[in-house]
Every structure is written in structure tokens, then in C-alpha cells.
């Protein structure tokens, strides 16, 4: 049977266990500290006035870094991530690449 997960770079409230498995049941099957070069985080998403003005994105910036988690998902669990982030209405996924901080 081939290997059908996949990476995630993860940001944000991602980031945080707690978020990420006990509310979202994500599991991944692994995690790697990592960087992403040349974006940067941003508050430019519209939130949820008093509860969470801004959510957090990405966006492109030449020379400047964004640290965070590389996830491994199945299939099915990158689905329920995507579901937890409104199904695409709000970000849209793209392929990137990041570095981990062992060099691979």
C-alpha cells in the first residue's frame, strides 16, 4: 500500500496542539519545525468582530520568513483541516516549499 499523506505547512492557531487535535482531531503523523521563505504572516483576513478581528494568513514577501510546523495528513485528515478553515472561502491552498529547521 503507497504512502498517500501528505505536508502541511502549518501557522497560526495551527500551531497549538490543544487546537489543532482536541478541537479539530487532527492527528498528524508527524511534525517538523520549519520555515517558509520569502512570505510573511499577515492579519488581513476579516474575523469575527470581538471573538477574532483578524485571522492570520500568509502572503508573499521577498527576504522575509514565516516559522512554523510542517504536519503530515492522510488525505481524509487534510480534508477536515480544510473543512476547519471554511472549505476554501478564506484561504486558498497552493503549493509552496519550506524548510525544515534540520536543513531537510
Not at 519545525?33 to 514577501?61: K, N, Q, T, Y
Not at 486558498?92 to 531537510?104: D, F, L, W
Request: glycine content about 8%.
Amino acid at each position: 500500500m503507497a504512502d498517500d499523506s501528505v505536508w502541511n505547512f502549518a501557522y497560526g492557531s495551527n500551531l497549538h496542539p490543544e487546537v489543532r487535535e482536541r478541537r479539530r482531531g487532527l492527528l498528524p503523523s508527524a511534525v517538523r519545525p520549519a520555515v517558509l521563505p520569502d512570505w510573511r504572516l499577515a492579519f488581513e483576513l476579516p474575523g469575527l468582530p470581538l471573538i477574532e478581528p483578524a485571522m492570520a494568513s500568509i502572503a508573499p514577501a521577498p527576504g522575509h520568513e514565516v516559522h512554523g510546523l510542517l504536519l503530515r495528513f492522510s488525505h481524509e485528515q487534510l480534508t477536515m483541516l480544510e473543512r476547519s478553515e471554511g472549505s476554501g472561502r478564506f484561504y486558498e491552498k497552493i503549493e509552496v516549499e519550506a524548510r525544515c529547521y534540520e536543513g531537510a
